[in-house]
């Protein structure tokens, strides 16, 4: 395969991650009340419109909706570890301070 086509999978695959993305942004401002930059807002509310998103995350409590920020940002941390340190059995150990105060942190 080539470096071009490659490029072309990744671009592919980061639609689905950008999209992720802003499912995390749009509960965490749901739950902080701190609202989205709006020239960002604007394409963040029609991407999750187009994925389902939107209408999925309607009458979802604040309960759940911290608890779904948190998983998110949990397998974020997880599959950074994974790319910045493949050589790791397992991505995720006890002694990572941080995941474990994220995890563990109230939004």
């Known amino acids: 395969m080539s470096a071009k086509a490659v490029r072309a999978l990744i671009a592919d695959l980061s639609g689905a991650a950008s999209a992720l993305a802003m499912l995390g942004a749009e509960l965490q401002s749901r739950i902080t009340g701190r609202p989205i930059h709006p020239k960002l807002k604007s394409l963040m509310d029609e991407i999750l419109g187009e994925s389902g998103a939107a209408t999925a995350l309607e009458g979802l ?40 105060e994220r995890s563990m942190t109230k939004k």
């Open 61 to 100: 409590s604040p309960y759940d909706q911290t608890l779904l920020l948190t998983e998110l940002q949990r397998a974020w941390l997880l599959d950074t570890s994974l790319m910045v340190t493949p050589e790791r059995e397992h991505p995720w150990t006890y002694r990572d301070r941080e995941r474990i």
